[in-house]
């Protein structure tokens, strides 16, 4: 990601679409193939894998400096590296110049992707998939439609997600044990922001309440001072803790039957 | 997705039964490979090692550590859960085994794994934290514990005698001693699995757990006890591991989850649980080490290793691992 404008917009837009057609492609497995989505996706993320390591062998590549500062850190400074707004320091623009540029890149995703989503009848029916995949073939729901949408938009937004990890950290790297973090921590983010793993229930503004809670555990170590060999067991610990107290619903339950799916 | 019983085999007769699918075409799979490797090295250097005893020989010994994880991973999927915490159940076992040194090395091992899985368990069967992310949390905490008992070093400690001889030896210079334990094992695991009332109890809540406990089975016990053999499964096979290379190191269990994972699911095991066999998860992982071995004997760079392994799984779970069409 680095040139002219042009090239950069044509070096995004090609890192979102690759992103959507990885999970397009998971999508066509889970839905024609017919395979379990959880052993499909772990065989074609190996795939992908493969060919991360063909196009970046070695840590590297390059991204455009103002871009990825730009988008890194505040408003502000957004308008000063492009020479927005008489740099940054317009009036009108003040009581905003202290927003972070990642969180309205969230807000734009939430509002021009997951709005528009839930309300149609594709995201309504992958909530009813995840109900009762039975009920909602039942009723005539485009139940392929859903979940092709449903895996082209995680792939997408792992796209973005890779795209925005570039410009962070202004490389690109084919790193085995990074993108299973990755896949580990947003699974948790999930969980903890509310949503099912057994499907039907959840938002993506309970995930992003999830990650946010993910990041401030660690961030809280630096405010108490924990030692930096006991951070990773603190933050095992503390997930754990999260999940566990889900448990505590089962004390309301009337029925014992109802502990089972 | 429905998903139907086991038959039962007195109703099979004579016709290919749809367990044993799988567990043929991993098989025949796996002499595909074979042949293919042994093409491959008649051409480059007019020689067959790949059909030699002593390689196939070699390959049981390196992969009688991933088929320990997968034998007790399989009970686990079978229950319809899985256990995500196998990388660092394994690295702390091996770690804590050589820590300790002298006779208690292995019980130490053995019991880190123990207690690991009973943790699991405890989570998964009376907390009812979905097995996943319960799992997934109990490696994030046995990863902090490690770095916080090593200091994020790999630790000096060596790996006992009798570690070594377990994972390295050969009895008459032949059969290695870890096929012999891998075998013992696997034995272990059929009885449970077919002669035990908790086998017929495993395959019972994998089916509907509902169902299992309306027949007076303790659910909860039984899951509990699946995770605890799963994870003393993993702190075998990471006491061998250090045995094998004389020390335990950080990260040494990474390698064990996926291809533990595929083997068992190419082995025919539904993954939702209820369905599988062990002798197709012994002919899973014989496939995932011998298809590992020969690529890198073609020198096949990481990257084409990665899509090739990707695809065969793909390519075998569309032959005979595909659900049934949802019809309401």
Redesign the interface.
């Known amino acids: 990601m680095n040139g002219s404008p042009g090239e950069i917009v044509l070096g995004i837009a090609i890192c979102i679409a690759s992103g959507a057609a990885c999970g397009f492609a998971n999508g066509c497995?889970v839905v024609y193939?017919?395979?379990?989505p959880?052993?499909?996706t772990?065989?074609?993320?190996?795939?992908y894998?493969?060919?991360?390591?063909?196009l970046r062998?070695t840590p590297g590549g390059k991204v455009h400096e103002d871009l990825s500062w730009a988008v890194t850190s505040d408003v502000r400074e957004f308008a000063a590296t492009f020479g927005l707004f008489s740099d940054g320091e317009a009036l009108w623009l003040q009581p905003f110049a202290w927003i972070p540029v990642p969180l309205i890149l969230l807000a734009l995703i939430v509002l021009l992707v997951w709005v528009p989503f839930t309300r149609s009848v594709t995201g309504r029916t992958v909530y009813a998939i995840g109900s009762s995949?039975?009920?909602a073939?039942?009723s005539g729901l485009p139940?392929n439609r859903a979940k092709l949408a449903a895996f082209t938009l995680a792939g997408l937004f792992a796209g973005l997600g890779g795209l925005f990890l570039a410009l962070q950290t202004s490389s690109g790297n084919a790193d085995i044990?990074q993108a299973?973090a990755y896949t580990?921590n947003s699974?948790?983010a999930v969980?903890i922001g509310g949503t099912s793993?057994?499907g039907g229930s959840g938002s993506a503004i309970g995930s992003m309440i999830g990650a946010f809670v993910l990041r401030t555990i660690s961030f809280n170590f630096r405010i108490f001072d924990v030692a930096p060999?006991?951070?990773?067991?603190?933050?095992?610990?503390v997930?754990?803790a999260a999940?566990?107290l889900?448990?505590l619903k089962?004390l309301r339950l009337k029925n014992?039957?109802e502990?089972?799916? | 997705m429905s998903r139907t019983a086991a038959p039962t085999p007195a109703l099979q007769g004579f016709r290919l039964k749809p367990d044993d699918k799988p567990v043929i075409f991993a098989a025949g799979f796996v002499l595909l490979i074979l042949l293919v490797g042994t093409g491959y090295t008649i051409m480059t250097q007019g020689s067959a090692p790949l059909l030699q005893p002593q390689y196939l020989l070699q390959q049981l010994q390196v992969g009688s550590f991933l088929g320990i994880v997968a034998a007790g991973l399989m009970l686990v999927i079978l229950l319809g859960h899985i256990d995500l915490s196998v990388p660092w159940t394994l690295t702390a076992a091996a770690m804590m085994a050589t820590a300790v040194g002298g006779p208690w090395a292995i019980p130490m091992g053995l019991g880190i794994g123990l207690l690991v899985g009973i943790v699991n368990g405890l989570g998964v069967a009376y907390l009812r934290v979905p097995s996943m992310i319960f799992t997934l949390g109990m490696n994030a905490v046995m990863r902090g514990l490690m770095v916080a008992h090593t200091g994020g070093f790999a630790p000096q400690t060596a790996a006992t005698d009798l570690m070594q001889y377990l994972a390295v030896a050969r009895i008459g210079g032949v059969i290695p001693v870890a096929l012999l334990v891998w075998l013992a094992v696997s034995a272990l695991v059929v009885v449970i699995l077919t002669r035990m009332t908790l086998g017929r109890a495993i395959y019972a809540i994998g089916n509907r757990e509902r169902a299992a406990y309306l027949s007076g089975i303790d659910t909860n016990r039984v899951i509990l006890i699946a995770f605890a053999l799963s994870g003393a499964a993993a702190g075998l096979a990471g006491v061998l591991l250090a045995g094998y290379s004389t020390k335990a190191y950080q990260g040494m269990g990474d390698a064990y989850l996926l291809p533990a994972i595929a083997a068992v699911v190419i082995g025919g095991t539904n993954i939702l649980g209820g369905r599988g066999r062990y002798l197709g998860t012994l002919v899973g992982v014989i496939l995932i080490v011998l298809l590992n071995s020969v690529l890198s004997i073609m020198q096949m760079p990481e990257a084409g290793r990665q899509i090739i392994y990707g695809t065969v799984i793909i390519a075998m779970l569309l032959v005979y691992g595909r659900g049934e069409r949802v019809t309401g």
């Open positions: 497995v193939g017919r395979i379990q959880i052993i499909a772990l065989a074609t993320s190996a795939i894998m493969g060919f991360a390591l063909i062998p995949e039975g009920a073939y039942m139940i044990p299973g580990l699974i948790a969980v793993l057994v060999l006991l951070q990773p067991l603190f933050e095992g610990v997930l754990l999940v566990s889900g448990g089962l014992k039957l502990v089972f799916r």
